[in-house]
């Protein structure tokens, strides 16, 4: 794809009857042949529109701050149910009462989203068959990315996040391990493969290699030791965890895998400072020749290193890495959401890791928005 192509349009302002879940605006991701280094940032949404609105979102957007949310509709011009969710988004009653308004107005489709998820945050189990949907488009998948990545800090990530994980490789157990992950390596062995494949189809994205890792661990960890790869957990392997539980897992893991993503979430926080500080060095002194300098020129592409250089100074202008790691974290979960083919998975696996409240939200307030809304749409 050219690096140079115009971007796709801005995502609007839903209208008041759709779910709440503020659609922000993306950019179309960038990506070249080459596989490692070479894909950009700020990714694409696509609009869905109950109402013509009267303005787009991202009028007033920079890189480097997300628009900010517009303020409510004055409370006379907006249903109760609304404000009610927004005070409460982790009470179950403020889902159903939506839930009622929307079949008021004939909405089956949100009415049931908002059934779906009163029952997940109560922690009944509600069956999920294997997803049967065509595999995300190349902006359905963007639009995964959490507004939080859509920065000129992310944008510099995205192109140079390979080089950053590259400088500073995987280390210890997670280097040595070098089983690979077969069918016979366990019992819960052809379940684990079956979800990766399954969530690599959904999400449209290749399968990496996958190796046993040393101990127990979480059912997946992305890393990049010579090269990005998957480390199976082996609890994962001896006790089979709820099929759509390991897709969540299995989504996660695979869009970790994004050059931005495997930069915020495998490289320590004193790491990615540290890489950003050498690539700073690097990209400043053409006539460096230290091996840091040929291994970043070799990993990213002439245009990629091009745009590198124009992206650094802002780009690492008030870099926060603690709430860049907070994105990669809830566009992670969007996509083990969309793998998985149901809120209740996911609202249980996040409890399960007794994360803070604030993780839950995030992926409450996407799983009632329009987007997850269009992505739930069965193949036909």
Not at 29 to 39: A, I, Q, W
Not at 142 to 170: K, M, N, Q, V
Request: glycine share 6%; aromatic share 4%.
């Amino acid at each position: 794809m050219d690096l140079d192509a115009a971007s796709v349009p801005e995502t609007r302002v839903i209208s008041w009857e759709a779910p709440p879940g503020r659609m922000d605006p993306v950019r179309r991701v960038l990506r070249n042949s080459r596989p490692e280094g070479t894909s950009a940032g700020p990714a694409p949404g696509r609009s869905f529109i109950s109402k013509p609105p009267a303005q787009p979102v991202g009028a007033a957007e920079t890189r480097e701050n997300p628009i900010i949310p517009e303020p409510a509709p004055p409370a006379d011009t907006e249903p109760e149910v609304f404000r009610q969710l927004r005070e409460r988004p982790l009470d179950p009653v403020s889902y159903a009462n939506l839930a009622d308004f929307f079949d008021t107005r004939g909405d089956a489709p949100r009415a049931a989203l908002m059934r779906e998820i009163v029952e997940a945050l109560a922690g009944r189990e509600v069956p999920v068959s294997r997803l049967q949907r065509p595999p995300l488009t190349a902006d359905e998948r963007a639009g995964l990315r959490h507004p939080g990545l859509r920065t000129t800090s992310g944008e510099l990530l995205a192109y140079a996040g390979i080089a950053l994980c590259r400088l500073f490789p995987a280390q210890g157990r997670a280097a040595d391990a070098s089983e690979p992950l077969r069918a016979v390596a366990g019992p819960g062995a052809p379940a684990v493969l079956d979800a990766l494949h399954t969530s690599a189809r959904v999400l449209a994205v290749n399968l990496p290699e996958l190796v046993l890792a040393e101990d127990d661990g979480p059912p997946f960890t992305a890393v990049h030791t010579d090269k990005p790869r998957l480390l199976v957990g082996r609890a994962a392997i001896h006790q089979p965890l709820p099929a759509a539980e390991l897709r969540f897992h299995a989504g996660r893991a695979l869009v970790s895998l994004s050059p931005d993503l495997l930069a915020l979430r495998a490289l320590k926080g004193a790491q990615l400072l540290r890489a950003l500080a050498l690539l700073s060095t690097v990209l400043k002194n053409p006539k460096d020749s230290s091996s840091d300098a040929r291994l970043v020129r070799e990993t990213l592409s002439p245009r990629a290193l091009e745009r590198t250089l124009e992206l650094l100074d802002s780009g690492t202008r008030d870099f926060n890495a603690s709430a860049l790691a907070d994105a990669a974290r809830d566009s992670a979960n969007r996509a083990g959401l969309v793998a998985c083919g149901g809120v209740g998975p996911a609202v249980t696996v996040i409890r399960s890791r007794r994360s803070n409240d604030s993780e839950l939200v995030e992926l409450l307030r996407f799983a009632a928005s329009e987007r997850y809304l269009a992505l739930r749409v069965p193949a036909r």
